[in-house]
């Protein structure tokens, strides 16, 4: 077949149904009117009623914001609950104060709070179980309050078991015992202050801080 003959063939249109049909069976199919629009109205300005021909609107996104505001009075006991255990660590500080007397001058002000914490008889018993029944288990406080007040007992109880230890064991006098025991004591005191700050700033600022292995232990016992 001629290359032109295929060309035409293949842009040439197909004859319409009509066109065959009366090829075929020599008869006319019956002219249907077309459907026109009422008198008065204009074609264009119908408009399909169904839903589903409709394009679909856009909805706009919804934006959810959870802001909460923690009162000042929840911050300031949820900060001053933090200072029960940095009190009772001031004790494995000792070391550090010898041999950096810089640090000491900074804990200057607040010798008058640790003179009258330490003179008071069973001190720190009273306030261990005046912050865990007064404020943990005292439903009128929020759950801020509470969780953080919960932080600082759990804390507080973690820095008793070395105290227990070395009532049990001893302290070592000189030698490398003793040496560990310096170490140890600059460890737990720094790590005591460290939290001691974190927690203070995040409650001032209104969050919550979650100290390592103390959050989830304060979160089972809420």
């Known amino acids: 077949m001629p290359m032109t003959t295929a060309a035409l063939l293949r842009f040439s249109p197909l004859p319409s149904f009509q066109t065959r049909t009366r090829a075929r069976t020599g008869t006319h199919l019956p002219q ?3 459907v026109q ?18 394009p679909r609107r856009r909805l706009s996104p919804i ?14 006991i949820a900060a001053l ?18 041999r950096f007397p810089v640090i000491g001058l900074a804990f200057e002000p607040l010798l008058p709070l640790i003179g009258a914490y330490r003179s008071l008889p069973y001190a720190s018993f009273v306030a261990f179980f005046a912050l865990y029944l007064g404020v ?16 600082a007992v759990v804390l507080d109880v973690l820095l008793a078991v070395p105290a227990l230890l070395q009532s049990i064991f001893g302290v070592p006098a000189r030698g490398l015992g003793f040496r ?22 995040s ?3 209104g969050k919550t801080p979650y100290l390592p292995l103390v959050a989830s232990a304060a979160d089972r016992q809420l």
């Open 63 to 76: 934006h959810m914001s959870y802001r909460t505001t923690v009162p000042a009075s929840e911050r300031l």
């Open 32 to 34: 249907f009117p077309a």
């Open 37 to 54: 629009a009422p008198l008065g109205l204009n074609p264009q300005s119908i408009k399909p009623t169904s839903t589903a021909l409709q």
């Open 203 to 205: 409650c001032v600022l």
């Open 180 to 201: 560990l025991l310096e170490v140890g004591y600059d460890a737990i005191f720094v790590v005591a202050a460290g939290c001691f700050l974190y927690g203070l700033v």
């Open 136 to 151: 943990v288990r005292n439903p009128a406080f929020g759950r801020y309050v509470r969780f953080n007040a919960m932080q």
């Open 81 to 98: 609950s933090y200072s029960l255990p940095f009190l009772n660590s001031l004790q494995y500080g000792r070391f550090l104060f010898a």
